[in-house]
Nanobody, 124 residues
């Protein structure tokens, strides 16, 4: 049974930094996509960043390029999202998600089968 547990969300001043963590409990897969999504009320869930654990290739949405960094620690089954130079528009609930398949198509929302409960990031 796979569980994704996020942590690290909190209030931060604009310009500040946060690091979100995603612990994959019961994870036995390798060569998979793990991603961070975010959502604000009334808007669709948006993929922020993803990483293919097979080769560490990463993807970032345009809004966060140069400010956010996704990374992995396979030994601990952890994925992190380092967020720097935070802006008020980064305020959202952030979710960790993972695919069990190894297609490498990390930008396809429909392929993400596992989701965490979310962690709130507020920037003001």
């Amino acid at each position: 049974h796979v569980q994704l547990v996020e942590s690290g969300g909190q209030w931060v001043q604009a310009g500040g930094s946060l690091r979100l963590s995603c612990q994959a409990v019961g994870w036995t897969y390798r060569r998979n996509c793990i991603a961070w999504f975010r959502q604000v009320p009334g808007k669709e869930r948006e993929e922020v960043a993803s990483i293919y654990t097979g080769n560490s290739n990463s993807y970032y949405t345009e809004d966060v390029k140069g400010r956010f960094t996704i990374s992995q620690d396979n030994a601990k089954d952890m994925v992190y999202l380092q967020m720097d130079v935070l802006k008020s528009e980064d305020t959202a609930m952030y979710y960790c998600a993972a695919q069990s398949g190894s297609s490498g198509n990390c930008e396809e929302l429909a392929l993400y089968q596992y989701w965490g409960q979310g962690t709130q990031v507020t920037v003001s």
